[in-house]
């Protein structure tokens, strides 16, 4: 589904030599990502099926950056809905694919199974620089993209964008606005394995010129494609209003709530794996057993993953001038979340194999609980100036404004109370089964962080080749942590002459401290077509900043005590656009140093000191737009070398390597539209070698295979009004490792092969 956005003039064919000049650069892999229509532009809308797709948008929604892609001397992938919606991207993982080396590939702790948008780049956990329309979004929760507009991904340190971030990179998600034109578009998918989802998008002009309302709604009931009981269920919608879209002030108001109600993964036993041997010296055979059947479901029927989101958000905008805008958004969001899963953990302990020579006696303890219920607050208010001036012969795009922002994060404490799971047969688990008694044990924690931000971005501009951008950021925050815990048990404070489980106050601390961000590109333009730039960025990740908790252990990043985590990134580049700036080819290589990270004491273990550092370098290609008329693509490679330069190891196989982090990562797509209108594409994912993380499990994969995986995709338009799509992912029904948690006992398998059918509606 998706609104028919202005149709842009076709590139003019190229000459031979522009025309192999690209088909090289592409033949090597090239990495892209797209960016959507700016809905607020549109001046008509086009309800032609064959129009041309809008891979390629030529700047970024965010007001921080101030020049087109072509001359913003980093790295950014934008996403447009054009390409995610074509694949059939439902969520934003998913539709994270576009962008190489992106992924949730870590499946948590050996009890803890990470959740929602568990998202690692360039080395590092981002789950925590996620944001919708420039203003946080914390909570480990799925994101929909059914009122999403485009994903802007940007690499390297995004602190003097938005304060306190990942080492490498943020993600910003841009949604629908209502415009100017009467539209409305819906889609309707069905697909194997219970695959079901309707979405409907409504634009209305109203009788007051310049004003408009505009609706998106969902709804989602699917199985998890390839895995037992796992369900994918939700519904939502988002309404907006606008006001003034013809004159020099305008209003939005834009909601949004969406509810979930799935059943949550919890993986699947590496038994039969490649490098797994046996939890048991005793046990040696088990390093043959039959691997298990990636379908297999190793919960109960009383496993969930409940979850509610709600948001509100008003924007202003005025011009004074052409070269003058005042903007103002304040939000308020909140996201809940009651989430059960049964964990489990296939240590010698817990792995019975009562008659060796029959594994369907083999039984798997579901010991391990994992519970989550707490509520994600935020509210702020951005104040954002832009100003186009020029000081003799330099132009000046300039970008100011200061931003206030309260976040809060309420986590009740959940815990057994009675009973106990029976054990899961191995190779044939069932799920319906009682025996649990839970609920809420006293325990509590709230994390609250407030903070007051002032940036300013400036792009000079000597003559027609020559461009240098600056940008600097002062952010003042300050956190306040309050927690009681359940004493005893795994890092739990002794309980003394108390029983085990006793609520006793926790960590009750506060971190507060000034941070400086900046970063400073500069840009030369061989021509209108050619740039080449280089860019250095620094950013500070503060204690509590990434989960607004606070800790006491001195080997803890969020430890009141200790100095931001800092990461510095160098980076060089060159950007070529081709066929009428129909295709943007960039080429980037980078690295990143992050420091202030934990190390012990080399002679005693039990002091630490911030002199880790760990370092991230390496090559990203892009090539993202149309070839021809009728030939998009979007495509993305990336080469790392990601280690710890500093400190202790992080991989389980005792190298320097920096685990859940391809070593390298390809991503295409392309399609092309025959003379009778019939769209036929597809595209490749192939994700390296990766590390999972060191702990003192035994006998467990250290490390997973690198996997290709093959989608495609055919279109028909009917009628102007109507299209059939049919999407096929992994075509040849590869089975690979998507995800694997920290000890090795449990991995997520990827996606079996799969057929969607969508119909496509315009009016």
Known sequence: MSIKSRKHALPRSAGATTLTAAALLLAAPLVHAEAADNPKTLDKVDVQAERAKRYLVETPASPKFTQPLQDTPQTVNIISKDLFNEQGATTLTEALRNSPGVGT?????????????????????????????????????????????????????????????????????????????????????????????????????????????????????????????????????????????DGATRYYLNLLYVKQDNVPDGSVPTIGLPGY???????????????????????????????????????????????????????????????????????????????????????????????????????????????????????HNLSTGVEATREELKSWGVATKSGAWPAANLYNPDWNVDGLVWGRNGAYSEGRTTTYSAYAFDTL???????????????????????????????????????????????????????????????????????????????????????????????????????????????????????DQGLLVSMALFRTDVTNEIAPDPTNPNIYYQTGEKRVEGVELSAVGRITDNWSVSAGYTKMDAQVEEGTKVAQDGSTDLSYTPDSAFTAWTTYTLPFKLTIGGGVRYSGEMKRGTDGAIGTPAFVKSYTVWDAVITYPFSENFDLRLNAYNLFDKEYVAGINKSGYRYSPGAPRTFTLTANLRF
Request: hydrophobic share 35%; aromatic share 10%; with cysteine.
């Open 105 to 245: 590939f870590y499946v948590g702790e050996n009890g803890n199974t990470s959740t929602g948008d568990t998202v690692y780049m360039r080395g590092f956990d981002s789950s925590s620089s996620i944001f919708v329309d420039g203003i946080r979004d914390l909570g480990s929760v799925s994101r929909d993209v059914f009122n999403i507009e485009q994903i802007e991904v940007t690499k390297g340190p995004a602190g003097t964008d938005n304060g306190r971030s990942a080492p490498t990179g943020a993600i910003n998600l841009i949604t629908k606005q209502p415009f100017g034109t009467n539209a409305t578009t819906a889609s309707l998918t069905g697909g194997v394995d219970g695959q079901r989802r309707v979405t409907a998008d409504w634009n209305q002009t109203l009788g007051n010129p310049g004003a408009a309302f505009r609706l998106n709604v969902m709804g989602q009931d699917s199985d998890a494609v390839g895995r037992d009981h796992v369900e994918n269920k939700r519904w939502g919608i988002a309404p907006s209003l606008a006001f003034g879209l």
């Open 461 to 579: 501009k000597f003559g027609e080749n020559f461009l240098v951008t600056g940008g600097v950021r002062v952010d003042r925050y300050d956190t306040d942590f309050d927690s009681l815990v359940a004493c005893g048990g795994r890092g739990g404070p002794v309980c003394g002459t108390q029983p085990t489980g006793t609520i006793v106050p926790g960590v009750n601390a506060n971190a507060k401290d000034t941070l400086f961000n900046w970063k400073l590109g500069a840009v030369y333009k061989a021509n209108e077509d050619v740039s080449i730039y280089a860019n250095y960025a620094v950013s500070q990740q503060p204690p509590g900043g990434s989960a607004l908790e606070l800790s006491t252990a001195a080997n803890n990043l969020n430890n009141p005590n200790l100095d931001p985590q800092k990461a510095k990134t160098a980076e060089i580049g060159t950007k070529w656009s081709f066929f």
């Open 277 to 395: 041997s046996s939890p048991d010296a005793a046990r040696p055979w088990l390093a043959n057993a039959p691997k298990v059947d990636p379908e297999n479901f190793y919960g109960t029927r009383h496993d969930h993953d409940d979850i509610e989101s709600k948001m509100a958000t008003f924007r202003f905008e005025h011009d004074f001038s052409d070269s003058l805008k005042l903007t103002n958004t304040a939000r308020w969001g909140q996201n809940e979340q009651d989430y059960m899963l049964t964990a489990f953990m296939v240590t010698a302990a817990n792995l019975l194999t009562p008659n060796p020579n029959d594994p369907s006696t083999w039984t798997v303890a579901r010991s391990t609980p994992t519970f989550k219920d707490q509520e994600y607050t935020i509210i702020t208010d951005q104040l954002n100036l832009r100003w186009d001036f020029t000081t003799g012969s330099v132009e």
